[in-house]
């Protein structure tokens, strides 16, 4: 290992607490009961012994029609034929195998935790933030709402197949956007559908609204700091296998650490210190400094470097623009023919959405929106070729073989 790392444990004292409290029952009582949990439909999903609510959700979530797509989903890097490379399936696994973590040493509820962790990038576009930034643009140009990913997720799992998921894991979904690191997560309590509700839709008709999210219970709070813990090191590590950069150590800098293990050891170390028996998660002051400086540097060095942002602007944003109005025409026109209604519209009605409103009978904006963001890369990139057939814009990828 090099003699650079530095890999920090638990303080004697609050090791010593956790053991002495785990074999006197003593354990702070800070879990989100599964007794509390609410859903918009009572009558149904009610727990059971072997089944509590937030198991029910997890095994909703899991079996939901979108959750196969993370398997194609561009974590950061795009055009990358490599199976080492992270996609977003591995990315909400590592997120709930850290919380879940954290989770555990603060006695706190577990499969609240991964219900969250596995839920939380499921309505996330193709292309990564690239592509959810491409989207929001034309469709914002288009109807004056704003597209986000967190956003986004609630509506597949709460009303593009309405799953009847607890307003708990709902709200750990909406609020756990990684790109805002605060140094204490207090959770701000919610009760109800309608506060939800109203709190979604602000998202979609106020840009700012987004940076103000803020996590209903601690179990949320984990979530949202694991989302930047599982990121920050393994970008680096997939950074260094694209060849944007030649080592982790490249990427020294800040008080954290540098390279994946090294990071994820100490925030999550950090965060149990500062965290347990306390109605807060949080860092210390050191340790929230190295986290923005962690992010800073992956901003600087891999997620805004010019070859990226000119690859993705030049390729990517005129394909999805190009895509979304064709698509637009063929909603307006009811083309029952078209890709969009078959392989979506009709893919929707046939997976038990809930019939209050027929799908097509949704803004012809949203449902190409829903559409786009429910396709993966690769899907993306055929469905252009196969729309556009003489277009000479082309996704080229970097190959198994090529250099």
């Known amino acids: 290992m090099n003699d650079e790392l530095v890999y920090e444990s638990l303080s004697k004292e609050i090791s010593d607490r956790i053991v002495y409290d785990r074999e006197h029952g003593t354990t702070p009582d800070i879990a989100f009961k599964n007794r509390d949990s609410v859903r ?55 997120v709930s195998r850290i919380a879940r973590t954290i989770g555990a040493a603060l006695g706190l509820n577990l499969d609240l935790i991964e ?14 933030h690239a592509g959810e930034r491409y989207l929001n643009e034309v469709y914002h140009a288009e ?5 986000n990913h967190n956003v986004h997720s609630v509506r597949v799992l709460d009303k593009i197949f309405p799953l009847n998921l607890t307003l708990q894991t709902l709200n750990g979904i909406l609020t756990h956007n990684g790109e805002f690191e605060l140094a204490e997560y207090r959770p701000r309590g919610m009760s109800s559908f309608k506060e939800f509700d109203a709190l979604v839709e602000s998202c979609y008709i106020n840009e700012d609204n987004i940076r103000h999210l803020v996590p209903s219970t601690l179990e949320g709070c984990v979530v949202r700091v694991c989302d930047m813990i ?18 982790d150590m490249s990427m020294k800098g800040g008080s954290i650490g540098t390279v994946n293990a090294e990071i994820i050891n100490n925030l999550v170390v950090n965060v149990i210190e500062n965290s347990y028996g306390k109605d ?46 064709r698509l637009l025409d063929d909603v307006k026109r009811r083309d029952t023919e078209s890709i969009i209604w078959r392989q979506h519209v009709m893919f929707v009605k046939n997976n038990h959405y809930k019939p209050d409103m027929p799908y097509e009978e949704e803004e012809p904006n949203q449902i190409v929106a829903d559409f786009i963001a429910s396709m993966t890369d690769d899907y993306c990139t055929d469905l252009y070729c196969y729309l556009f ?6 996704i080229k990828y970097n190959g198994y073989f090529g250099n």
């Open 280 to 325: 807060y998660i949080m860092l210390d002051e050191e340790h929230y400094n190295g986290l923005r400086e962690a992010k800073r540097i992956n901003y600087d060095r891999i997620y805004h470097t010019k070859v990226i942002s000119e690859l993705l602007d030049g390729t990517v944003k005129p394909i999805m623009q190009k895509l979304y109005y």
């Open 143 to 147: 109807t004056g709402r704003y597209f």
């Open 230 to 247: 599982a990121y920050i090191g393994k970008d680096r590590q997939d950074a260094m296998k694209a060849k944007l950069i030649p080592s």
């Open 40 to 94: 918009r439909d009572p009558s149904r999903d009610i727990e059971t012994v072997w089944r509590p609510a937030f198991v029910r959700d997890v095994d909703k979530i899991l079996h939901s029609p979108f959750y196969n797509r993370y398997a194609d989903k561009t974590q950061v890097f795009s055009f990358y034929k490599n199976d080492d490379i992270s996609r977003r399936a591995l990315h909400v696994q590592l």
């Open 389 to 394: 057939p003489e277009d000479e814009n082309r």
């Open 115 to 128: 219900a969250i962790a596995l839920g939380h990038d499921i309505g996330h576009t193709p292309f990564g």
